[in-house]
């Protein structure tokens, strides 16, 4: 809301809602659609048959903003379907439960219906527009408008679990813009989407390409061009330095002889062996410590003890390069290994290949915190080329990651753009007016 203070810009009026054009009108989710009656049916109810099925848990897990019915979703039988309404085209459907504030009247607007039969469920509204309030490919949208979700968040109520009643969602006003004008966003926001959903598909199929090179050139199945020679094998603890454990928690008092660092723990290595870019908390150590358990670059840091009850979280690692060499201190929930007879690049892809993760589950303990048996798994059988054939593989690899890294900093920045269009062209602060 604007104060009396502000002033409101030419073009522009002040409205329950907020600050809008002056040619935009404002409509109640009461007056602009009509609420259906939807079916009340949990996931475990869910079974074989020919109607579509749209649960809640999808809307916030698999969908944003549109749920196309090409796609598949869950099924019930058909006799289940009794007086639901049956969904189409344009419908848009919010849930009305969520474990967050972000999730809290998440809503998609349903398309290609075409012949099916699909009907809307447990902890959801199914709204079918009364009279082109709003353009298809628009409605989707609407919950994104932040005055829209302001209100949302305002009007929910809840402890663990929060919701929107359908009395107070019908309350809840959103900017409507001229049709012409919703055409060219939807238009827009559709363009960037199917932008940002070409290259996710690109990125997978990268992803799937490396992973494909990784298992066989890691296996010798196939050899770069110019090496033929036989391989060799030894076990883990013959071809690196480790320390299996890292600093524990306890610091240094504050001081001259004490050093200000930052600790790495299991939460800053990532699903896909890498680096989580959260920040980490700084402690006070003093100089031996920090020359001990500060990684140099070559190194790898494996997650040795999980701290949860899944088996595969332990067995996780990520490699030090040149830009993080240094910069931290590895806990006492991750151990160091200092490659000394291998190349270290290579080292670290044969460690994350497929070979190596299938062996983890049988590497830990079996305890409520399962930590990995570290004399085991330092005695893991490592295959391995001569230096240079080492050298050429990590580097194909690495270039690989290069490529997809590249890929991801775009989708990081084309995401940032749809957002900001978001928020600025459903509020009106920029516009896009149709020709």
Excluded at 217 to 222: E, G, M
Excluded at 253 to 276: C, E, K, L, Y
Aim: aromatic share 8%; hydrophobic share 35%.
């Amino acid at each position: 809301m604007t104060t009396s203070a502000q002033k409101i810009p030419t073009g522009y009026k002040q409205t329950d809602v907020g600050v809008i054009p002056a040619d935009w009108n404002v409509v109640s989710y009461d007056e602009a659609f009509k609420f259906l009656r939807t079916a009340q049916y949990s996931r475990d109810q869910l079974g074989k048959g020919q109607t579509s099925y749209v649960h809640y848990g999808d809307i916030h897990t698999k969908w944003n903003h549109f749920v196309d019915l090409e796609q598949g979703l869950p099924t019930i039988e058909d006799e289940k379907i009794n007086n639901y309404s049956l969904i189409e085209d344009g419908d848009l459907i919010v849930a009305d439960a969520s474990e967050d504030y972000e999730g809290i009247g998440k809503s998609v607007e349903v398309k290609n219906v075409k012949t099916r039969q699909a009907i809307s469920g447990l902890h959801t509204f199914l709204l079918r527009d009364k009279g082109n309030y709003f353009v298809k490919g628009f409605r989707g949208y609407i919950h994104a408008n932040p005055l829209v979700k302001s209100s949302m968040d305002r009007l929910a109520t809840g402890l663990k679990v929060y919701g929107v009643s359908k009395s107070n969602l019908k309350l809840i006003q959103i900017p409507q813009p001229p049709l012409p004008e919703q055409a060219t966003i939807a238009t827009a926001l559709s363009d960037v989407a199917n932008l940002i959903s070409g290259l996710d598909s690109l990125i997978e199929k990268k992803k799937n390409i490396k992973q494909g090179a990784v298992q066989a050139l890691l296996t010798s199945k196939r050899r770069l061009p110019g090496f033929v020679g036989k391989w060799s094998q030894m076990r883990l603890c013959q071809i690196v330095d480790h320390s299996s454990s890292g600093i524990y928690g306890t610091e240094m008092p504050q001081g001259r002889s004490s050093i200000p660092f930052p600790v790495a723990t299991t939460a800053h290595i990532t699903d896909d062996d890498n680096w989580n870019e959260a920040s980490m908390d700084t402690r006070y150590f003093s100089k031996e410590q920090v020359a001990e358990y500060s990684p140099r670059t070559g190194d790898i840091v494996v997650v040795k003890s999980s701290g949860s009850a899944e088996k595969i979280k332990s067995g996780k690692l990520g490699y030090v390069d040149q830009q993080i060499s240094g910069t931290f201190i590895f806990s006492n929930f991750l151990m160091r290994l200092r490659p000394t007879k291998v190349d270290p690049k290579f080292l670290y892809y044969f460690l994350t290949s497929y070979a190596v993760k299938s062996m983890l589950p049988n590497l830990c303990e079996a305890s409520t915190y399962p930590n990995l048996r570290i004399n085991e798994y330092l005695n893991i059988v490592i295959p391995y080329p001569e230096p240079k054939e080492q050298a050429a593989i990590a580097t194909t690899l690495s270039d690989m990651d290069a490529e997809i890294e590249k890929l991801e900093s775009r989708l990081t920045k084309y995401r940032d753009i749809k957002r900001g269009m978001v928020q600025t062209l459903l509020t009106g602060k920029v516009r896009l007016l149709a020709k």
